[in-house]
């Protein structure tokens, strides 16, 4: 980012000291797009009083003077020296749209994950805030007091001296309408006064959408648990002194963490602060807002599906200090909060808290940051924390709180794995589910329970291959295997979305008789349908739940008994909680572990203890059923223990000894191009610049590649990647900024840094 970068770090914004005419102001702008800046403007006299820190302004670029807006981010009084600077031409928002508070964050992602500031900031501000949706610009009119004071020098006919008096007494200024309804006049008198120049005429943005108030039931409130008090007082120790801390609530599924947020975010709501809760994407559902909602009186829920209108209503809201919590997603994490006091997210393994596009932060980092530099507690709550976490909690950094069991003494579902190499566990005509699955979920509708099935593909066949010759019909942009829909018989890309009709000879060498291979919901679906015919059964994967809304619906209907079994992807694993649930099968529990992922035996162990949580809810208690190749893995034997601890104890040495996160900072760069040749060179030319950079660095960071991406083909694009591992995180991106900084990529070929990479594919 070159010679301004100093002044990124000191930031207060400065005083206005207008006085001294040999300084001049000087406002530094940056960039969302190309060249991203920090660059210099000279604010004119006209724009001082308007210009934020933290606002948008409209400025000339480059040598043809081409208008751009961009964000200010500082405003300093300087010596004038030199050549002159160019003015700013315009002042875009008459307010900052950025508190000092989220504008120093935004300084540190930008520092953090290597992207420029611009960038950063169009990710934090919402397109709609940006947009001011949902507001129009309206006429305001007010009187000065001078004119007032002459009020009977002027002789002014009965309707316009009124109407000036009932100014007078709205400070804020009223709208024509609202001044002829208030004197009970027409617009003529008004208009009269207007052109007088009795009235100050002054143009102010205002909201359209009056956000709907949501009934409030009070819930009564249990007492709680030991464990969910000791909990508690954890969050409000240095929430009082007040003081940060990062608290990981580790605590099994159904163990009333929900509860502990909201007992902590009372007491955050007494002092008059704000709270941010953070969920998955997933789990904004209905139900977890109607928990927040019967218990505070102003919550915001900023889901996916809002229209931009009500989005800035929210955040405008959020940033007036009138919503006591805020409860969302990833960018919830910038909520502009005037007087935060706790942030808590819940579910803090999931991988949907790290964004895949620029800026590639993880909320969770964010929002230590953030809770760090605004002195408040950060809560990280899971039944199965990412190692990250854990390790962080483990050497003193963070403090751990082991919540071990359910509320109300309800037992841990019994987890059996079923070994799919067996004859016992063989499945029975090639078919999905195993015979002691079956006898199972056979067993558990007997007695009036509900089923759960989980596989974590969807479509219907995952490969189609010809017998003969090998062939594997791919998608041409992708280079992956096309996987098979039934509706309408297309076989499908699952990155791209590009289908075919699904062949019956092989494409290459004409045979017929080509075979669908590999087993998807779809047709998991069919097989239950065959052989529980008479059983209401629901499928719920991304195909069938495209539709916003059908998710919920989904759930209500089995949460309502109407649906027997429940299967589908992740989508089902995650955070729902069904008394009736007696039975849970995982079908196969191998589909992620051997993916080329260092965090494929952690991410396993969440899908298996995450899925086996939505059993054993109710007084009937539940059994899980992991069909499995591998029931030794450790990874699958702790998942069914129980045993987040064990797991983790087979799992850090590995990570250690490899030096993969956590126990090391990792960086990826991804370069792609839609010509193979052209990106290899370019990844090998990365690679050189890296490893420049990287002997100039003691310990050396360990640096992997450039080789192909384990998805080398992505849309059009070839895909290479290079892998940097180094203990010490500032270390790490001295070497990456120092080996990127004059990178000049040729046409075509992309690259990004991803910092603290999640997705490894
Ligand atoms: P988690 O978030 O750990 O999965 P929840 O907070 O959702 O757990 O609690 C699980 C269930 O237990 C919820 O239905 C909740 O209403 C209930 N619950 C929570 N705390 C208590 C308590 N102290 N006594 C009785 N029921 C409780
Ligand atoms: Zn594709």
Not at 120 to 125: K, M, S, W
């Amino acid at each position: 980012m070159g010679p301004r970068q100093r002044d990124l770090f000191d930031l207060e914004p400065p005083p206005w000291v207008l006085d001294d005419t040999s300084e001049h102001g000087v406002a530094v702008v940056v960039f969302a797009e190309v060249p991203y800046g920090p660059y210099d403007y000279e604010v004119p006299d006209l724009l001082r009083a308007q210009l934020q820190v933290g606002a948008r302004v409209e400025v000339p670029l480059g040598r043809g003077d081409r208008m751009r807006v961009g964000y200010c981010i500082a405003v300093e009084q300087r010596a004038r020296a030199g050549r002159p600077l160019k003015p700013l031409r315009r002042v875009v928002d008459a307010r900052s749209l950025l508190s000092p508070a989220i504008l120093r964050l935004t300084h540190w992602m930008s520092a953090y994950y290597l992207c420029p500031l611009g960038q950063v900031l169009d990710a934090v501000l919402p397109a709609s805030v940006r947009d001011q949706a949902g507001t129009r610009a309206q006429l305001f009119l007010r009187v000065l007091p001078e004119v007032v004071a002459q009020l009977a020098a002027l002789r002014l006919p009965a309707k316009q001296a009124e109407a000036l008096q009932i100014l007078a007494l709205a400070p804020q200024g009223l709208t024509p309408d609202e001044l002829a309804r208030a004197v009970g006049c027409t617009q003529a008198p008004i208009h009269t006064l207007r052109r007088k120049g009795l009235v100050q005429e002054e143009m102010r943005r205002v909201q359209q959408v009056a956000l709907a108030a949501p009934s409030r039931e009070s819930a009564a409130p249990w007492s709680l648990n030991d464990d969910q008090q000791r909990a508690l007082e954890t969050i409000l120790a240095p929430l009082r002194r007040p003081s940060h801390e990062t608290i990981v609530i580790h605590g099994v599924t159904g163990s009333g963490k929900t509860e502990v947020y909201i007992r902590a975010i009372e007491e955050v709501v007494s002092y008059g602060r704000q709270a941010i809760v953070l969920v998955p994407e997933i789990s904004l559902t209905p139900q977890t807002r109607r928990r927040f909602e019967s218990r505070f009186e102003r919550v915001a829920v900023l889901h996916s599906h809002l229209t931009p209108a009500d989005r800035h209503a929210h955040w405008r809201r959020i940033a007036g200090g009138d919503v006591q919590v805020v409860v969302g997603a990833r960018s919830a994490v910038f909520a502009p909060t005037p007087h935060l006091g706790l942030i808590v997210i819940d579910e803090e393994h999931d991988a949907s808290f790290k964004q895949d596009t620029a800026p590639r932060y993880h909320a969770r980092d964010v929002a230590r940051e953030r809770a760090q530099a605004e002195q408040v507690p950060l809560v990280l709550g899971s039944a199965t924390p990412s190692l990250e976490s854990w390790y962080a909690a483990r050497a003193g950094a963070y403090r751990l709180v082991e919540m071990p069991r359910r509320v109300s003494s309800l037992p841990l579902p019994d987890v059996a794995t079923i070994d799919l190499r067996t004859r016992s566990g063989g499945r029975r005509d090639r078919g999905a589910i195993s015979q002691p699955l079956y006898q199972a979920v056979r067993e558990a509708l007997r007695d009036g329970g509900q089923v759960i099935l989980l596989l974590n593909r969807r479509g219907f066949s995952t490969t189609i291959q010809c017998p003969d010759c090998g062939h594997v019909v791919k998608c041409p942009h992708c280079d992956i295997a096309l996987t098979h829909h039934r509706v309408g018989g297309k076989a499908r890309c699952h990155y791209c979305d590009y289908d075919i009709d699904s062949p019956l000879a092989c494409p290459a060498c004409r045979v017929e008789g080509i075979r669908y291979a590999g087993l998807g919901t779809q047709k998991l679906e069919l097989e239950v349908r065959a052989r529980f015919p008479d059983v209401p059964c629901l499928r719920m994967d991304s195909d069938s739940m495209a539709k916003p809304g059908s998710h919920e619906a989904a759930l209500d209907r089995f949460r309502a008994g109407e649906i027997k079994i429940l299967l589908g992807t992740q989508m089902i694993a995650k955070g729902l909680d069904f008394p009736n649930v007696t039975v849970v099968g995982v079908i196969n529990a191998d589909t992620a572990l051997h993916f080329p992922d260092f965090r494929a035996a952690e991410r396993t162990f969440q899908l298996v203890t995450q899925v086996a949580g939505r059993t054993g809810r109710g007084a009937q208690g539940g059994r899980v059923l992991v069909q499995t190749y591998s029931p030794e893995h450790p990874a699958i034997v702790a998942a069914q223990h129980h045993d987040y601890a064990a797991f983790a104890r087979d799992e850090l040495p590995i990570r250690a000894q490899f030096g993969y996160p956590p126990t090391a900072a990792m960086v990826r760069v991804v370069m792609r191009g839609p010509i193979e040749a052209c990106v290899a060179a370019f990844a090998q030319h990365v690679a050189a610049q890296l490893h420049a950079a990287a002997a100039r660095c003691h310990p050396a960071p360990r640096l992997l590649g450039p080789v192909p991406a384990p998805l080398p083909k992505l849309r059009g694009d070839y895909r290479y990647h290079l892998l940097l591992y180094h203990p010490q995180h500032a270390a790490l991106l001295d070497v990456v900024r120092a080996g990127t900084q004059q990178l000049q990529p040729p046409a075509d070929v992309l690259w990004i840094v991803d910092v603290d990479p999640v997705d490894m594919l």
